[in-house]
């Protein structure tokens, strides 16, 4: 098992920026992905970012060049620095972890809101 605690979402004017945390515990050994998803109100869950465990990195387009993720193996957590926030981005974020067994864990959700 893998729990997730997710922190660092809030309220910020188009244009700013947020940064979000990911710690996880239990049986961190097995993790080889790390990543975030998020849902909008009326929408699917998709895919923002994620890193595997070798350091390679995946983005979804629409967040390439504003949104960066980061992993420190040593505190097994994973930060989203997210810049040039726009109102679509408003959303729940999810952190979501894989393990090499198979084992899919979510974090609780935070919520993102950008507006004026």
């Known amino acids: 098992q893998v729990q997730l605690v997710e922190s660092g979402g809030g309220l910020v004017q188009p244009g700013g920026s947020l940064r979000l945390s990911c710690t996880a515990s239990?049986?961190?050994?097995?993790?080889?992905?790390m990543g975030w998803y998020r849902q909008a109100p009326g929408k699917q869950r998709e895919l923002v970012a994620v890193?595997?465990?070798?350091?390679?990195?995946n983005y979804a387009d629409s967040v390439k060049g504003r949104f960066t993720i980061s992993r420190d193996n040593a505190k097994n957590t994973v930060f989203l620095q997210m810049n040039g926030l726009k109102p679509e981005d408003t959303a729940v974020y999810y952190c979501?972890?894989?393990?090499?067994?198979?084992?899919?864990?979510w974090g609780q959700g935070t919520q993102v809101t950008v507006s004026s």
């Open positions: 979501n972890t894989n393990t090499f067994g198979g084992l899919n864990s």
């Open positions: 239990g049986s961190v050994f097995s993790i080889y992905a």
């Open positions: 890193v595997f465990s070798g350091g390679g990195t």
